[in-house]
């Protein structure tokens, strides 16, 4: 979405349907001539011109996601009556900004986590949109243009706008996708509360990316309905905790990685037992 003065607002903007970015994928210049597409780690690409919207992916081949992400989160929507059909979809476990720059190309600014790099020194990166589009490996991505979220407005837009000509990075263990996305918009809540939490009586922070904060009123197109399951998103009742709440989501990748650094530590002690028992024997 590009930031105009004279774009509707207000009731007319309510009752407009909201088409996403996505959309227009067929038109979509992701490049200037001659240029390679590449990744900036960190540093920008260039001076953000518009905001296109959120973007939300889900990779169908990711380990991670097959094996862990995914399965918390059907756990956390269906025990809150949020679930789903067998046939549908996957989820989005990734989500950042779709942005085009001066020069005219589009990018994503996403927060990453992958390597030690992204892990504590500098998370965000700067991946040409075709980039992005070629890690879904058979899953999807889609573009929701910033004012379909709640208590978003052009003002707020601008804002994130100036805020990605300006930004400062932090390591993935400092932050996720999802609570960049929102430091970007203000340090405004754009992701729901854990839903199971909620049913519970108590707010618990999951930094879940498929569980946008929609307003109630928009419709968007026909395949990001189906790909977010909108018509259940919008029903979602207002967090309850801050932007700087402990993060559920957050703090399970942190268990995971450290989990994964004690096994490596302990497979390598015992290697060297057996190795040096080996060599007395000899």
């Given at each position: 979405m590009r930031v105009k003065e004279g774009r509707p607002s207000g009731k007319e903007t309510e009752k407009a349907n909201i088409v996403t970015a996505d959309s227009a994928r067929a038109r979509t210049a992701t490049q200037t001539a001659g240029r390679p597409a590449r990744v900036d780690r960190g540093s920008s690409a260039g001076r953000v011109i518009e905001l296109r919207g959120i973007i939300?992916?889900?990779?169908?081949?990711?380990?991670?996601?097959?094996?862990?992400?995914?399965?918390?989160?059907?756990?956390?929507?269906?025990?809150?009556?949020?679930?789903?059909?067998?046939?549908?979809?996957?989820?989005?476990?990734?989500?950042?900004?779709?942005?085009?720059?001066?020069?005219?190309?589009?990018?994503?600014?996403?927060?990453?986590?992958?390597?030690?790099?992204?892990?504590?020194?500098?998370?965000?990166?700067?991946?040409?949109?075709?980039?992005?589009?070629?890690?879904?490996?058979?899953?999807?991505?889609?573009?929701?243009?910033a004012f379909a979220f709640r208590k978003i407005d052009d003002r707020i837009i601008k804002e994130a706008i100036e805020f990605l000509n300006s930004i400062q990075s932090r390591p993935y263990f400092g932050e996720d996708c999802p609570t960049f996305v929102e430091r970007a918009f203000g340090r405004r809540r754009l992701f729901a509360d854990s839903p199971t939490a909620r049913w519970l009586g108590f707010g618990v922070r999951i930094g879940d990316p498929a569980l946008p904060l929609l307003r109630p009123e928009v419709r968007l197109d026909r395949r990001a309905e189906r790909l977010l399951r909108a018509w259940s998103l919008r029903t979602l009742p207002d967090p309850i905790t801050s932007w700087n709440a402990p993060n559920a989501r957050f703090l399970l990748h942190r268990m995971i990685l450290l989990g994964g650094f004690l096994l490596t530590g302990l497979l390598f002690g015992l290697l060297r037992q057996r190795g040096g028992i080996q060599g007395a024997k000899g």
């Amino acid at each position: 979405m590009r930031v105009k003065e004279g774009r509707p607002s207000g009731k007319e903007t309510e009752k407009a349907n909201i088409v996403t970015a996505d959309s227009a994928r067929a038109r979509t210049a992701t490049q200037t001539a001659g240029r390679p597409a590449r990744v900036d780690r960190g540093s920008s690409a260039g001076r953000v011109i518009e905001l296109r919207g959120i973007i939300f992916q889900s990779d169908n081949h990711s380990v991670l996601g097959a094996w862990l992400i995914r399965p918390i989160q059907m756990f956390d929507r269906r025990l809150a009556g949020l679930g789903k059909s067998v046939f549908g979809p996957p989820l989005a476990m990734h989500v950042g900004l779709h942005v085009v720059i001066e020069d005219g190309r589009e990018f994503v600014v996403e927060q990453l986590f992958g390597t030690p790099w992204h892990a504590f020194v500098d998370g965000v990166n700067w991946t040409p949109l075709e980039v992005f589009r070629a890690r879904d490996r058979g899953g999807w991505d889609v573009t929701v243009p910033a004012f379909a979220f709640r208590k978003i407005d052009d003002r707020i837009i601008k804002e994130a706008i100036e805020f990605l000509n300006s930004i400062q990075s932090r390591p993935y263990f400092g932050e996720d996708c999802p609570t960049f996305v929102e430091r970007a918009f203000g340090r405004r809540r754009l992701f729901a509360d854990s839903p199971t939490a909620r049913w519970l009586g108590f707010g618990v922070r999951i930094g879940d990316p498929a569980l946008p904060l929609l307003r109630p009123e928009v419709r968007l197109d026909r395949r990001a309905e189906r790909l977010l399951r909108a018509w259940s998103l919008r029903t979602l009742p207002d967090p309850i905790t801050s932007w700087n709440a402990p993060n559920a989501r957050f703090l399970l990748h942190r268990m995971i990685l450290l989990g994964g650094f004690l096994l490596t530590g302990l497979l390598f002690g015992l290697l060297r037992q057996r190795g040096g028992i080996q060599g007395a024997k000899g």
